[in-house]
Antibody
Framework: QVQLQESGPGLVKPSETLSLTCTVSYGSVNSGYNYWTWIRQPPGKGLEWIGYIYYSGSSNYNPSLKSRVTMSVDTSKNQFSLRLSSVSAADTAVYFC???????????????????WGQGTLVTVSS | DIQMTQSPSSVSASVGDRVTITCRASHGLNGWLAWYQQKPGKAPELLIYAASSLQTGVPSRFSGGTSGTDFTLTISNVQPEDFATYFCQQAQSFPLTFGGGTRLEIK
């Protein structure tokens, strides 16, 4: 059973860049048809899809965040990462990394639900 | 973007009750809908994918269905561990979007 674990600073200053890493265990970021994803949830609110990165480096981001988001994958460390620039208080949230569902029905479909999630990490934007 | 509307926003139930939660999409989803359960301080857990497929390890009292343009999550024989918040998510097109959530509370 694949396991994911987020890591990174819990406090970021306004206008700076938020950087998080997700380490994958009992699985490989090199696995085909796995879409490695970031999702966030402001305190007490709903879920927002940020985007995904594929092992090849291809990606897709939420248009609402696209100008500020960069995702990358490091196959040597079995990790993938999120960078969100020019943050404000509105970016305060629990950030989750997740895996796109590996079922064969999603083999040629990057739009997936998420069957494995990290525990989440709270990032607060404040000076 | 596809807007996902869940109803009700909260529902009260007793252990043993049957509960149904509804999710409506602003555009057709071709069945690409998932349901999650989230408990406080935890990550969401996938219950149902592709509208009606039960995720491995999820109890069979959870079921997903379709009624016209609406999608439903039914919990038959609610158990104490089921009191949580439930979200739907569309997997039809990018950006992927979630419903606002339904809180299942103890009556």
């Amino acid at each position: 059973q694949v396991q994911l674990q987020e890591s990174g600073p819990g406090l970021v200053k306004p206008s700076e860049t938020l950087s998080l890493t997700c380490t994958v265990s009992y699985g490989s970021v090199n696995s085909g048809y796995n879409y490695w994803t970031w999702i966030r949830q402001p305190p007490g609110k709903g879920l927002e899809w940020i985007g995904y990165i594929y092992y090849s480096g291809s990606s897709n981001y939420n248009p609402s965040l696209k100008s500020r988001v960069t995702m990358s994958v490091d196959t040597s460390k079995n990790q993938f990462s999120l960078r969100l620039s020019s943050v404000s208080a509105a970016d305060t949230a629990v950030y989750f990394c997740a895996r796109g569902h590996p079922d064969n029905i999603y083999r040629d479909k990057p739009e997936t639900p998420f069957d494995s999630w990290g525990q989440g990490t709270l990032v607060t934007v404040s000076s | 973007d596809i807007q996902m509307t869940q109803s009700p926003s909260s529902v009260s139930a007793s252990v043993g009750d049957r509960v149904t939660i509804t999710c409506r999409a602003s555009h057709g989803l071709n069945g690409w809908l998932a349901w999650y359960q989230q408990k406080p301080g935890k990550a969401p857990e996938l219950l149902i994918y592709a509208a009606s497929s039960l995720q491995t390890g999820v109890p069979s009292r959870f079921s997903g269905g379709t009624s016209g343009t609406d999608f439903t999550l039914t919990i038959s024989n609610v158990q104490p561990e089921d009191f949580a918040t439930y979200f739907c998510q569309q997997a039809q097109s990018f950006p992927l979007t979630f419903g606002g959530g339904t809180r299942l509370e103890i009556k």
